[in-house]
């Protein structure tokens, strides 16, 4: 391309021409048939919007929107106000989920490794492979099950095959926080803090600002602090730039042990600590200095809020530190059916896939391949198992058999938040599918 200095009235023509007609190219007649209803529903109009309640999954967790439909198709998501995952808002997440739905790679039956098939066929397979062995050598991997539907699916599943192994894994875990509240409290917890009534916040590597399943109500009840109540007083010690980071009154970087020995120096200032104390960089000692002042000056309205990234020891002195505070945050019981440690249970089934101690396994709503650690070796693991499945969205990556995925506003079925609402997940168009396939189809394996 000429520089802009040497682009003439020709060459400017030519350059919207050219966009033209790539608009136009982009706009073409799509490869299939859209035909109108053959039954119009009483009482609607083509072209008229209907809203309907759903919900939509992010690692694990349901978050409610309202999804507009216009002749029986989805065409945009916004935020559930009477969610209290959502409070009416969207994030990036839910605002491009939409895009997935008319995804042209998108997986509509299930696929075979001599092609396209369908549920019966994937059914005659499961039950030829799997249930003479009663499970052995089975495996199911998921990412975070919070569904009861699916609960009780994959334990009909395990009465079926008592042998099947089930793991639980997501690339962002909670491992470390249940480690330490289970230290602390005999018995996995998770932290739920309530920003909103908290007058000084300290961050240590955490984002609750940041991506996430909560980052939409964080959000919200950091605005509404903000418009009804004096600002919080926010200090944030973090390894890497945050959208949290960016919103407080004072930030100080710190690779993991200088946040460490910065917790070791906080215990201290809170009454807990006793022995020699570590050195901080000066700039951190006076972060550390100040924050604890506030803090204890705060007392039943400070919060410290441990990230996910962090180790266990960090966590379990933000959960002694909010007690010792009377912090504004709620303890509640894990909402998913296995508590078990994601990375350990990950690492241990590349380890067995390895070894070929596992003879199927059955991927649903997970993908270690891209996202697993690569020391894992997971996709060379995946090579060395006689059969494999999983249910995918797109048919991009050629791991036979495939499974046609379910988008999230097509079907029915139940979900939780991370604050333990039931959220029912709901279908509200068939058309929009192009497909009458339950979200869970129950699969005899007897």
């Given at each position: 391309m000429p520089p802009v200095s040497a682009l003439d009235r020709r060459a400017i023509l030519r350059l919207i021409a050219t966009g033209a007609a790539t608009l136009l190219a982009s706009c073409g007649r799509p490869k299939e048939d859209i035909h109108p209803l053959a039954n119009q529903p009483e009482g609607t109009l083509p072209g008229t919007v209907r809203r309907y309640a759903t919900a939509l999954p992010l690692a694990g967790y349901g978050r409610g929107v309202t999804g507009l439909v216009v002749d029986e198709r989805p065409i945009k998501l916004e935020g559930l106000a009477a969610h209290p995952a959502s409070l009416g808002s969207t994030d990036p997440f839910i605002e491009a989920a939409i895009l997935d739905l008319y995804d042209p790679q998108r997986l509509r039956a299930p696929f075979g490794p001599t092609g396209p098939s369908n549920w019966s066929a994937l059914a005659a397979l499961f039950r030829e492979q799997l249930a003479p062995t009663r499970g052995r050598g089975v495996a199911v991997l998921t990412g975070r099950v919070t569904s009861p539907t699916m609960l009780a699916q994959l334990a009909a599943a395990r009465t079926a095959l008592p042998e099947?192994?089930?793991?639980?894994?997501?690339?962002?875990?909670?491992?470390?926080?249940?480690?330490?509240?289970?230290?602390?409290?005999?018995?996995?917890?998770?932290?739920?803090?309530?920003?909103?009534?908290?007058?000084?916040?300290?961050?240590?590597?955490?984002?609750?600002?940041?991506?996430?399943?909560?980052?939409?109500?964080?959000?919200?009840?950091?605005?509404?602090?903000?418009?009804?109540?004096?600002?919080?007083?926010?200090?944030?010690?973090?390894?890497?730039?945050?959208?949290?980071?960016?919103?407080?009154?004072?930030?100080?970087?710190?690779?993991?042990?200088?946040?460490?020995?910065?917790?070791?120096?906080?215990?201290?200032?809170?009454?807990?600590?006793?022995?020699?104390?570590?050195?901080?960089?000066?700039?951190?000692?006076?972060?550390?200095?100040?924050?604890?002042?506030?803090?204890?000056?705060?007392?039943?309205?400070?919060?410290?809020?441990?990230?996910?990234?962090?180790?266990?020891?960090?966590?379990?002195?933000?959960?002694?530190?909010?007690?010792?505070?009377?912090?504004?945050?709620?303890?509640?019981?894990?909402?998913?059916?296995?508590?078990?440690?994601?990375?350990?249970?990950?690492?241990?089934?590349?380890?067995?896939?390895?070894?070929?101690?596992?003879?199927?396994?059955?991927?649903?709503?997970a993908n270690p391949v891209y996202a697993a650690a690569p020391a894992l070796g997971f996709k060379q693991a995946m090579a060395r198992v006689p059969s494999r499945s999983r249910p995918a969205v797109s048919a991009t990556k050629p791991v036979p058999p495939r499974n046609g995925a379910c988008h999230s506003p097509t079907f029915w079925r139940t979900g939780t938040t991370g604050a333990h609402p039931m959220a029912p997940l709901r279908s509200r168009s068939r058309s929009s599918t192009r497909s009458s396939t339950p979200a869970h189809r129950p699969l005899s394996l007897t």
């Open positions: 099947m192994r089930h793991v639980s894994w997501e690339p962002f875990d909670d491992d470390a926080p249940l480690a330490a509240a289970r230290a602390a409290f005999g018995r996995p917890l998770l932290a739920r803090p309530r920003l909103q009534d908290a007058d000084v916040v300290l961050l240590l590597d955490a984002d609750p600002l940041g991506p996430g399943p909560e980052q939409i109500a964080h959000a919200r009840n950091w605005s509404d602090r903000r418009r009804k109540a004096p600002m919080h007083r926010l200090y944030s010690i973090e390894a890497s730039p945050s959208l949290s980071g960016s919103m407080v009154d004072r930030r100080q970087a710190a690779g993991p042990r200088d946040l460490a020995a910065a917790c070791h120096v906080l215990a201290a200032a809170l009454g807990g600590g006793s022995g020699p104390l570590p050195t901080l960089p000066p700039q951190l000692e006076r972060l550390v200095r100040d924050a604890a002042r506030d803090l204890k000056a705060a007392h039943g309205r400070a919060l410290v809020i441990a990230g996910e990234r962090q180790p266990e020891a960090v966590h379990a002195f933000a959960a002694w530190a909010n007690g010792v505070l009377a912090a504004p945050q709620d303890w509640i019981a894990p909402v998913s059916g296995d508590v078990s440690p994601h990375r350990g249970g990950l690492a241990a089934l590349a380890d067995d896939m390895h070894a070929g101690r596992i003879g199927a396994l059955v991927v649903l709503d």
